[in-house]
């Protein structure tokens, strides 16, 4: 059972990348994949219950049984909104039904008591900033892509954040994203000898500008590859390189098979050769310091981390001043004066429940006499644009306050998560992008900051990681002295 439950990574992830591109399949829609995300959800509610014991008759009719049938109401909720929309009368009151039933299956819990006591201020973050978009959705046309936008964006990102990393092991989440990032770069990298060409309806094609790339001097095509801009491959590649790394110490420090990382070591390498022909230097920066983080973690330990986090956040902050102050030759794409012009917007203007789905360049243009039309190309800005100051806090507490905790309170936090939600909230600085879509980067991020959130929380996770590794050997340790001591 645990191995079908991985299983749903693959079509999961392998799903939005193909949702990234022009691909064309009658069943690769977004409702599709969250009714198979439902079934997930109520299969691994199940299974849980079963390992754990608590699948007696009481809490078939109490929790589980009700899951399932609110499983299944939203799948039918999502059939009304996809075929009719949302039509009075009684609109608001059906909002906030399908924003209850939601939040339910994202709470309920084979040990609520436990789970509860470790999540209940993400789980209310999410909630804000959820109602946040949602308190909009009744002001909107019946039928408007708007709201099937808004509820199953919301959706998606609630089943990513709090029901996928529960039944998911994180190596097979660090394997597939490494694998499909690693096909995605195998696949493209023929373009540079033999030219564009398309393969199983999916097109392979270079980006038209050319730019002189770093360390090697020569001129080069952006990799496009599949997607429709390089910063998505970008965005793939960032969390391929980093996903490799992961799994490749894991599988040094954890697996008694004799060089067995060396094939994650390899995807690690195309999977950065990859992210550096991209030219993403969002991606470039978030893998940096993901994989900083997580040295300071392999050479100095669990105690380190804060010291350097700490540094490798200051130096990232000099590093921006000195672009911002133009002391190197790194181009900024305009992004610090689409930035000013967003916080100008939320302050001049503030909201606690933002103006809804709207494009987030309109609100800049006041403030703006070059790059009209951009949106802010960061997350956060985009967020407090649309969802408010309610929303836009409550998405912080999500990110970098999930990540925070992480470094500064949880003594056994799984540091590999940590380092890659680091690298994500820093990602999302500098891209277009939030966790409240349904692009590959997006889900993929949701994920990770979901893994962080539930670190520790039932039910645990099977991997055994590098702290349960060294608690299991102090134990080990432990019973061999009371055994000498017989």
Same mark, same amino acid.
């Given at each position: ?109 084979? #040990? ?83 030219? #564009? ?26 990799? @496009? ?144 006499? @070059? ?114 001591? @017989?």
């Amino acid at each position: 059972m645990k191995q079908l439950l991985n299983f749903f990574s693959i079509v999961l992830l392998a799903s939005v990348i193909l949702m990234d591109t022009s691909f064309e399949a009658k069943w690769l829609t977004l409702s599709n994949l969250l009714y198979a995300f439902f079934v997930f959800a109520a299969i691994g509610f199940a299974w849980h219950a079963y390992r754990t014991n608590n699948l007696n008759f009481t809490f078939a009719l109490t929790w589980l049984i009700p899951y399932i049938l609110v499983c299944l109401l939203l799948i039918g909720a999502l059939l009304a909104v996809n075929e009719s929309g949302v039509a009075n009368p009684g609109r608001v009151a059906k909002f906030g039904i399908v924003y209850l039933l939601l939040l339910f299956v994202l709470a309920a819990n084979a #040990e609520p008591l436990e789970f509860f006591r470790r999540n209940i201020v993400y789980l209310l973050a999410f909630a804000i900033m959820l109602g946040a978009f949602f308190s909009h959705l009744p002001n909107i046309a019946v039928g408007s892509g708007l709201v099937r936008f808004a509820i199953k964006s919301g959706t998606l990102m609630g089943l990513a954040l709090f029901v996928f990393p529960r039944y998911v092991s994180r190596d097979a989440f660090f394997w597939t994203i490494s694998v499909l990032s690693a096909t995605v770069v195998t696949l493209s990298l023929p373009m540079y000898l033999f030219g #564009e060409y398309t393969l199983f309806g999916l097109s392979f094609q270079l980006w038209g500008t050319q730019t002189t790339m770093p360390l090697i001097g020569f001129e080069f095509r952006y990799l @496009q590859s599949i997607f429709p801009n390089p910063n998505t491959t970008g965005g793939l590649t960032f969390a391929g390189t980093v996903a490799a790394a992961l799994a490749a110490y894991r599988s040094y420090a954890d697996s008694s098979v004799p060089a067995v990382w060396i094939l994650p070591g390899m995807m690690f390498l195309l999977n950065g050769f990859g992210l550096y022909l991209s030219y993403s230097r969002a991606g470039w920066l978030a893998a940096g310091i993901a994989l900083s983080l997580y040295g300071v973690y392999v050479l100095f330990g669990r105690n380190a981390l804060p010291i350097g986090f700490t540094a490798i956040i200051g130096m990232t902050g000099l590093f921006l001043l000195a672009i911002f102050l133009s002391l190197i030759g790194i181009s900024s794409n305009g992004r610090f004066t689409l930035w000013g012009a967003g916080l100008q917007a939320i302050l001049n203007d503030p909201s606690l429940f933002g103006a809804g789905l709207i494009d987030p360049s309109e609100p800049l243009e006041p403030y703006l006499t @070059q790059f009209r039309g951009f949106s802010p190309h960061n997350s956060y800005i985009s967020i407090f644009l649309r969802a408010g100051l309610l929303g836009g806090f409550a998405y912080l507490v999500l990110t970098f306050g999930s990540v925070l905790d992480g470094v500064f309170r949880k003594p056994g936090v799984d540091a590999g998560i940590l380092a890659f939600a680091s690298g994500c909230a820093i990602h999302q600085m500098f891209e277009a992008y939030t966790l409240f879509q349904y692009t590959f980067i997006a889900v993929c991020g949701a994920i990770v900051f979901g893994y962080l959130i539930l670190d520790g929380s039932p039910p645990l996770d099977e991997v055994t990681s590098v702290s349960s590794l060294t608690s299991r050997l102090q134990a080990n340790r432990k019973l061999e002295t009371w055994s000498n001591r @017989q």
